[in-house]
């Protein structure tokens, strides 16, 4: 039960713009869950949930992996402007940035959960990029040229 109402909370917070937990609570009411505020107030912390900026100027509830609006648009601009060059050998990818811009931009990618990428390591102005395989390379490539234009 406590799956299936968090699976229908991340389900209501992906579709509307929900400002509080009774907001929340009241969704899932007329979703047929049960629920007390208290409930719901575990659930957004057991699923980690953040409150932040909507389109519209209000706050909203979304998920911590999926930054929204303002800080999805900030993490992609911060990454296109620090890339300077990207390289790769095997299932290895190396992607240069300006000075103190690595680990930002490693965030950025780590942000996006592509399920290609095993991990990645970043200094000062370098990233490591483990990828699965060698024949995926090709797909993270792609998708980081896309993200630089």
Known sequence: ????????ILEVIRDKDIETQEELADELRHKDFKVTQATVSR?????RLLKV???AG????????????GLS??????FSESVLS???TYNQVIIKTLTGSANVAAEMIDSLR???????LAGDNTILMIVRTVEE?????RRIDDMLR
Request: zero cysteines; hydrophobic letters at 35%; proline letters at 4%.
């Open 114 to 120: 592509w399920p290609e990428i095993l991990g990645t």
């Open 43 to 47: 659930d957004i912390r057991e699923l």
């Open 58 to 69: 209000t706050y909203k509830y979304a998920t911590a992996d999926k930054p929204e609006n």
């Open 1 to 8: 039960m406590k799956s299936t109402r968090q699976n229908a």
């Open 53 to 55: 900026l909507s389109a």
């Open 73 to 78: 648009d900030r993490f992609h601009r911060i």
């Open 137 to 141: 390379v090709d797909t993270i490539l």
């Open 86 to 88: 990207i390289t790769h």
